[in-house]
C-alpha cells in the first residue's frame, strides 16, 4: 500500500544512499514492525549527530553487524519521530524533507513544526 507524506501526495525517496527506512527500502514507510515510528526524513548535521550520541544512539560509528557503514554530515536519513522531537527541544533538531516525511508523523508533530524545518 502507497504511504503519503505529510503533504498529502505519495511518499518520495528519503535516501538510498546510506540506505534508509525502518525497511531499509529508502523510504519512510511505516507499519506494524516499526517500533521507533521511522517517519522523519532529515538532513543529518554533525550537531545532531552529536546530539544523538549522548542519547545513546551513536549514529556515526559504523556498525558491521547491520551493513551499517556510518553517517554524516548531509546524509538524509529517516529518523524516529521521537528523537526529532527530543533534538528539536534541545535546539537541534536536523532539517526535513517534507515530500519524504511519512505523513503519520503528523500524529506526533505538526506541520507547522515541521514547516520551519522544512530543507
Given at each position: 500500500?502507497?504511504?503519503?507524506?505529510?503533504?498529502?501526495?505519495?511518499?518520495?525517496?528519503?535516501?538510498?544512499?546510506?540506505?534508509?527506512?525502518?525497511?531499509?527500502?529508502?523510504?519512510?514507510?511505516?507499519?506494524?514492525?516499526d517500533?521507533?515510528?521511522?517517519?522523519?526524513?532529515?538532513?543529518?548535521?554533525?550537531?545532531?549527530?552529536?546530539?544523538?550520541?549522548?542519547?545513546?544512539?551513536?549514529l556515526?560509528?559504523?556498525?558491521?553487524?547491520?551493513?551499517?557503514?556510518?553517517?554524516?554530515?548531509?546524509?538524509?536519513?529517516?529518523?524516529?519521530?521521537?528523537?526529532?522531537?527530543?533534538?528539536?527541544?534541545?535546539?537541534?533538531?536536523?532539517?526535513?524533507?517534507?515530500?519524504?516525511?511519512?505523513?503519520?508523523?503528523?500524529?506526533?508533530?505538526?506541520?507547522?513544526?515541521?514547516?520551519?524545518?522544512?530543507?
Amino acid at each position: 500500500m502507497e504511504q503519503l507524506n505529510v503533504l498529502g501526495n505519495p511518499l518520495a525517496l528519503c535516501c538510498t544512499s546510506p540506505m534508509t527506512g525502518a525497511y531499509r527500502d529508502g523510504y519512510c514507510n511505516t507499519g506494524a514492525n516499526d517500533f521507533g515510528t521511522h517517519t522523519v526524513c532529515a538532513i543529518i548535521t554533525d550537531e545532531f549527530l552529536q546530539f544523538s550520541k549522548t542519547k545513546g544512539n551513536d549514529l556515526m560509528s559504523p556498525n558491521p553487524l547491520y551493513n551499517f557503514k556510518g553517517l554524516h554530515p548531509g546524509d538524509k536519513w529517516c529518523l524516529c519521530v521521537s528523537r526529532w522531537l527530543e533534538a528539536y527541544r534541545a535546539g537541534c533538531a536536523p532539517l526535513v524533507l517534507l515530500e519524504a516525511t511519512n505523513i503519520k508523523t503528523l500524529d506526533y508533530i505538526s506541520f507547522e513544526k515541521l514547516l520551519a524545518f522544512k530543507a
